[in-house]
């Protein structure tokens, strides 16, 4: 997320979608690395589980002026 910005300039708008295990896990775990990145783009980071998507399957769209899909890859 954080290359994202830095090479797109600020967003509007961040949404991650994931696997609904995965986001619970994020949440229990990265908690306070979200919170930085928020902090950092002085923005909050949205969350969309997607249960279509493979535990290790992701998607990062970031909104600007035009609406991109910035990121979609399987986590390695």
Do not use: C, W
């Amino acid at each position: 997320i954080r290359r994202i910005g830095m090479t797109r300039g600020q967003p509007q708008q961040i949404v991650v979608g994931a696997n609904p295990k995965v986001i619970e896990l994020i949440f229990e775990t990265e908690h306070s690395s979200i919170e930085q990145l928020e902090q950092e783009f002085q923005q909050p980071i949205l969350f969309e589980a997607d249960p279509l998507l493979h535990l290790e399957q992701y998607d990062i769209v970031v909104v600007g002026k035009l609406t991109s899909r910035a990121e979609s890859r399987t986590a390695s």
